[in-house]
């Protein structure tokens, strides 16, 4: 028994990691939040080349045919550093490609994605919080044409392609600059992944022939994504505020001395620290234990996001009055993890599947 | 990541299995005299098959095998499948066995390890004080040498079992000269003497599980010391080691209890499984206990490469503290009237109180779980262990 990552995982968290200390440190996260740029064509430029975009396509189109775990090590570590962009929608929607796609469909897109020169997001919510694709309505008309919208669609303004969920679960993929599509940004919290609605009118769209097959699984890749993304977060916020505990004194002492900040900073390790290997097995089951994959995706998602915020919203805490500032870089976080709990539906809609699940 | 034991370890369980088959047969019914024996029996033959008693060489009664982590995880987990009885249960076994292994003399471990492995010796843990907690170092019972004899003078406090034991060990002030924690020694101690005087104590349960042991010139050999003279404090911490191992153990089993709790109750006349309020109570418990148990299989994972699993080993008491009290909560929503009930029954001249059959059984978990977050070092210590072992907060100096 091995439940650990292998050096290779932990190598290429080391790359990613010395990669966005450099080309995205928070300083440069700050400038791209202030403006409301959800990407950097650099760092994703310099992510596409170290091979991290790819990884999880079939090698036959360009990728490394890695696991969902490796994907885990990636999202994990930019969640951590809150790096900006579309990596964990673009992953999503690749594996809705690679799955659900026919050979065409695969070879025709796949490559792009691969190499990064193609961004692909997912548009899967429609009005009224339904996410799941047992509830999504919008059809094709007869014509193969979408009439309706989509809402709380991740980098809506960088995407060159978005899978779309269908009714009856299936999946087609829209490209968002062709007749007949509107996109619209909205006000979104988290400026480092902005959300915008899809509005159809007459849009074409090419079904995946498998779509509604794989669409659940497509949705469970999705909710162990973000949990990744959200025990990184989690990790990091302890850390920043650990740290801050250290340096700022009152009373004539670093407050990380006081018993009460102490407990805090401790309780807030307790909510971080054992997300990562639920996260961990999610993503293994989803390659390796099929039975009970859903289930433990639905646990991670819900799990491992409602601590992020806990542990956001305390960390903010931690910080006082600083805390309370926009140029505090915790807040960065804090939407963030409001974000990964919102999307993809609330920790209450994935524990009712998971009772489900369980057969209770 | 590779969650499979591996087949050296499968063939292994099948063997363990083969042996329970053979040698536990259920535990029967018969008499409680001739049960006892056949617990006796069954746990002698499973330490000669190498499942029990592991890290204990056979001199002294153990079964000395090679360290092995997953091997003890599989006998740990087929004997529980089979509910066979595992190493005798007390302080003697978990505590004092590994001190007296690290730091005690060949006579000592000649002496009392083979008995306490089989029972025979029970023993008390003679640490805190009423004066002396969480700050257990600054504990006063003292300890003088006379003659051939330590005289020991003081009192003991939250002193589990210590009716049913013939020995203790206890920290006790030898040096008083010396600073705080190097006036300690470790010593081991007879119960059954006119100097010991155990009173017990009624917890909030209603049993009398913990006691009072007043030590009025008490006495004990003076080789009965375990390392030397106002080493105390360091040859207990193996032995604190050890405990917050037992407790900090997974949540998965009280879970279940849970489950089958949530099975068998209603709510507004239907059945409480249906209500969409319980249905997410119990999924977001069962999520917290997977994130324990993958969390334990990784620090587990950590130890057979001898790897550092960093800060999670820390969080274990505090987070399972943490989740048997949310369920135990839980539990007292889901048996609504029952939990104004006493969870204990008293029958006149019947002696010890008895757990009661019915739902009002779950306030024993109630509270026992507040015990947890006492017992071995309150959570509060535990925070303070974490913010200052674990994320390298300054120390707090105040106590030393």
């Known amino acids: ?360 | 990541m590779d969650l499979a034991y591996g087949p050296e370890y499968e063939t292994f369980r099948g063997t363990v299995r083969e042996f329970l088959a053979l040698h536990w047969p259920g535990s029967g019914g018969g008499s409680e005299r001739s049960q006892r024996e056949r617990v006796a029996e069954f746990r002698a033959r499973a330490t000669r098959a190498g499942y029990l008693y592991r890290g204990v060489p056979r001199r002294y009664g153990g079964s000395e095998q090679e360290p092995d982590a997953l091997r003890a995880a599989v006998i740990r987990e087929e004997f529980g499948r089979a509910r066979a009885p595992m190493e005798v249960p007390g302080n003697g076994v978990s505590m004092l066995v590994p001190t007296l292994l690290d730091r005690g003399e060949e006579w000592q471990r000649e002496r009392f390890i083979p008995k306490t492995l089989t029972g025979e010796y029970q023993w008390a843990q003679g640490y805190s004080e009423p004066g002396a907690g969480s700050d257990l170092a600054s504990l006063r019972t003292r300890g003088e040498l006379v003659g051939d004899e330590w005289v020991l003078n003081g009192q003991k406090i939250w002193t589990s079992a210590a009716r049913s034991c013939q020995y203790m060990f206890t920290l006790v002030r030898t040096e008083p000269d010396a600073a705080k924690h190097a006036g300690i020694s470790y010593l081991l101690v007879p119960l059954d003497q006119p100097g010991i005087e155990i009173r017990p104590l009624k917890m909030i349960t209603g049993e009398s599980h913990f006691n009072e042991v007043f030590l009025n010139d008490a006495r004990t050999p003076a080789d009965w010391i375990v390392g030397g003279r106002g080493e105390g404090w360091n040859v207990s911490r193996t032995t604190l080691k050890h405990e917050r191992a037992t407790i900090g153990s997974g949540s998965q089993a009280i879970f279940e209890s849970l489950l089958r709790l949530v099975r068998s109750v209603t709510r507004d006349g239907r059945p409480a499984l249906e209500d969409p309020a319980v249905r997410e109570k119990v999924a977001a418990l069962e999520a917290w206990v997977w994130a324990q148990k993958y969390s334990s299989d990784y620090v587990t994972s950590c130890g057979l490469k001898g790897a550092d699993p960093g800060i999670l080993q820390l969080l274990n008491k505090l987070l399972a503290t943490e989740i048997g009290h949310e369920i135990a909560r839980t539990a007292l929503d889901l048996i609504g009237d029952a939990s104004l009930l006493e969870p204990f029954e008293t029958r006149e001249g019947r002696g010890a109180p008895t757990l009661r059959r019915g739902h009002e059984r779950w306030m024993n978990q109630f509270m026992g779980s507040l015990g947890n977050a006492i017992a071995g070092g309150t959570s509060n210590i535990q925070r303070n262990i974490i913010a200052e072992r674990g994320l390298g907060l300054p120390r707090d100096e105040s106590g030393k």
């Open chain 1, 1 to 360: 028994m091995n439940f650990d990552l292998s050096e290779d995982q932990r190598l290429l968290q080391r790359t990613l990691d010395d990669f966005l200390a450099s080309e995205s440190p928070i300083a440069r996260v700050r400038e791209l939040f202030d403006r409301g740029e959800e990407t950097d064509p650099a760092v994703w430029k310099g992510m596409a080349g170290l091979g991290f975009v790819g990884l999880h396509l079939p090698g036959p189109v360009g990728g490394a045919g890695l696991e969902l775990l490796d994907l885990v090590c990636v999202a994990e570590r930019l969640g951590y550093h809150a790096t900006p962009g579309p990596f964990v929608f673009n992953a999503v929607a690749g594996i809705a490609i690679a799955l659900g796609g026919s050979d065409a469909q695969r070879e025709r897109w796949l490559p792009g994605l691969a190499r990064g020169e193609c961004i692909a997001s997912v548009a899967f919510a429609e009005e009224g919080d339904r996410w799941q694709p047992e509830q999504w309505r919008l059809a094709p008309d007869a014509n193969g044409r979408l009439r309706g919208r989509k809402e709380s669609v991740p980098c809506v303004g960088c995407a060159d392609l978005v899978v779309v969920g269908l009714s009856g679960g299936a999946l087609g993929i829209v490209e968002p600059d062709a007749p007949g599509v509107t996109r619209a940004g909205a006000h979104g919290i988290d400026r480092t992944r902005r959300i915008g609605s899809l509005a159809f009118d007459g849009a074409a769209c090419e079904l995946l022939p498998d779509g509604a097959a794989v669409s659940d699984r497509v949705r469970d890749a999705a909710l162990v994504l973000l949990a990744a993304d959200a025990s990184g977060g989690a990790s990091r916020c302890v850390d920043i505020s650990v740290a801050y505990a250290g340096q700022r004194e009152q009373f004539g002492r670093k407050i990380g001395e006081f018993q009460a900040v102490k407990h805090q900073l401790a309780n807030l390790a307790l909510a971080a620290e054992p997300c990562r290997a639920l996260v961990w097995y999610a993503a293994h089951a989803w390659d390796h234990v099929r039975e009970e994959a859903p289930r433990a995706a639905a646990h991670a998602k819900s799990h491992v996001t409602d601590r992020f915020l806990q542990v956001a919203r305390d960390s903010v805490e931690v910080h006082g009055g600083v805390g309370y500032t926009w140029e505090c870089p915790v807040h960065v976080w804090l939407k963030r993890a409001v974000f990964d709990r919102a999307f993809l539906g609330p920790p209450r809609a994935h524990r009712l599947r998971a009772a489900d699940l369980a057969g209770w």
